[in-house]
């Protein structure tokens, strides 16, 4: 396919005043069912049995998740791919006998599945071998070609730090890191992205190649459009019904991941980022804008008041927040409980109930919805309204609007100054909604005021009563 095509072009292109590879580390990113494995396979084929034409003996060492996982590779997909190719172009022979080997010609292979030392053998000592995922991967008297495989499941360097120096004496040696999107436990994989964004940004790639395929952050996942511009492999190995057939089946299955987990692997986005030590990550509210729009504790609220419910997963803490509009018509809000565990939470709603009068109780996606039967006995005869996923994304985007734009005020309290001093978001179809996964602290504070916001600023106008086809004197 083109991508492959192109990936390969680049990563052997050769500096015209050295004569050497121009690049020491190739690091791809791609979709699932893109053909990365057959563009690998290729590299490390080229490696095996034309490079030792102008460097010598070659070996290479292939690592994946575990060493199980880059055994079932090497048997069901290059040993299979080499056979396909002698049948069909003739350009190897398997030599079956298991006493025999290879001769010096390098289209002679040979495969080897004895357990530890797996490995398929091309002509008279060029070796592709696999390794287990650890930090003495690679380790031997030399090495040309290091692969590290589904890198997203790395959390450090070890395996890398382990490699280059089995290759600092080899002439036109490389390091391939290839991949889907990781999560907030891929660092390893996070910062190879971040700097390759950035080397492509600059224009200055140094000795790294650095290939991306994925969706952009904001692109409509739903639109057959989007996939066709930014997947390479659409119409070639894959079908755009199969893309919208897992779309429907991950919302389907939210616990199974859902969207995000096909976001991950069929759009190679990060929905959720690790949070790097040398890395300053921009907040989501400025602090000093947060800052601007605190009000005093008991602040007076006129008119209507909505009191949203939130729950930290596994119930390991509990928020109960208002929103009401403070005299001047400015919305404010406020969090009247937040404590660990759930098993206070009924109690002190009812309490919170009698005090504040609201028009209506909610809660967003997550946890809470576990507690709406202890929610709804405490609403009495209040309004219960869940806040459905598209508008608590919604909600979210609208919460960060309205404290930019001095449209909300919120009573000083450290829990919530907290949340939202450590608030990450993530996206979701073209907006975004608070992180928790990746938070560098609880938020179920800012989740409870950011909900309780939306279903104030969403409450129907009460009807004014009417006496005689006229508005009510007492009314005005």
């Known amino acids: 396919m083109p991508h492959q095509r192109h990936v390969l072009d680049v990563a052997f292109e050769v500096d015209p005043d050295s004569g050497r590879l121009a690049y020491a580390e190739v690091d791809w990113t791609i979709m699932r069912q893109s053909g990365k494995t057959t563009a690998l396979f290729a590299a490390m084929v080229h490696r095996c049995t034309v490079m030792p034409h102008v460097h010598g003996r070659q070996r290479v060492t292939y690592t994946a998740q575990t060493r199980n996982d880059a055994r079932k590779k090497l048997e069901r997909d290059f040993v299979n791919s080499l056979r396909e190719a002698e049948k069909s172009l003739g350009s190897f022979r398997e030599i079956v006998n298991p006493k025999g080997r290879p001769s010096r010609s390098t289209k002679q292979w040979k495969p080897s599945m004895n357990n530890g030392s797996e490995h398929l053998l091309f002509g008279v000592g060029n070796y592709l071998q696999i ?12 090495l040309d070609l290091g692969v590290i ?47 390759g964004r950035r080397s492509v940004e600059n224009g200055e790639p140094g000795k790294v190649a650095y290939f991306e395929w994925s969706l952009p952050p904001d692109a409509d996942i739903d639109d057959p459009e989007v996939w ?33 987990t096909f976001r991950q692997e069929y759009a190679n986005q990060w ?60 919305p404010v809000v406020d969090v009247l409980v937040y404590d660990a565990g759930t098993f206070w939470l009924e109690p002190r709603l009812v309490e919170m109930r009698d005090s504040w009068e609201p028009r209506v109780i909610g809660y967003g996606p997550g946890a809470a919805r576990a507690l709406a039967p202890e929610i709804g006995r405490a609403a009495g005869t209040v309004p219960v309204q869940p806040v459905p996923a598209a508008d608590y994304v919604a909600s979210c985007e609208a919460f960060v609007l309205a404290v930019l734009e001095g449209r909300v005020k919120h009573v000083d309290q450290a829990w919530l100054n907290s949340a939202v001093a450590g608030a990450a978001k993530k996206a979701r179809g073209d907006g975004w909604l608070w992180d928790r996964q990746t938070a560098l602290s609880d938020i179920t504070a800012l989740v409870a005021v950011t909900v309780a916001l939306r279903l104030l600023e969403t409450l129907p106008a009460p009807e004014r009563p009417q006496v005689g086809g006229f508005v009510s004197l007492d009314d005005l």
């Open 228 to 260: 066709w511009a930014h997947h390479p492999a659409l119409g070639h190995t894959i079908e755009l019904e199969f893309i919208m057939t897992e779309l429907e089946r991950a919302r389907r299955n939210p616990d199974e991941g859902g969207e995000d």
């Open 131 to 142: 390794d287990a995922p650890v930090k003495r991967a690679g380790h031997g008297d030399t």
């Open 271 to 330: 929905v959720r980022t690790p949070v790097l030590g040398d890395t300053t990550r921009e907040p989501v509210i400025d602090p000093a804008v947060w800052a601007s729009r605190r009000t005093a504790e008991g602040v007076p609220i006129a008119g209507d008041v909505a009191m949203a419910v939130d729950v930290s997963p596994e119930g390991r803490s509990a928020a109960i927040a208002i929103a009401g509009r403070g005299l001047d018509g400015v």
């Open 149 to 195: 495989d589904e890198a997203r499941f790395q959390v450090d360097d070890r395996i890398e730090q382990a490699m280059r120096p089995a290759q600092q004496t080899r002439r036109d040696a490389q390091l391939w890191v290839i991949s889907t999107a990781g999560d907030e436990d891929s660092p390893y994989l996070y910062r190879k992205v971040l700097a």
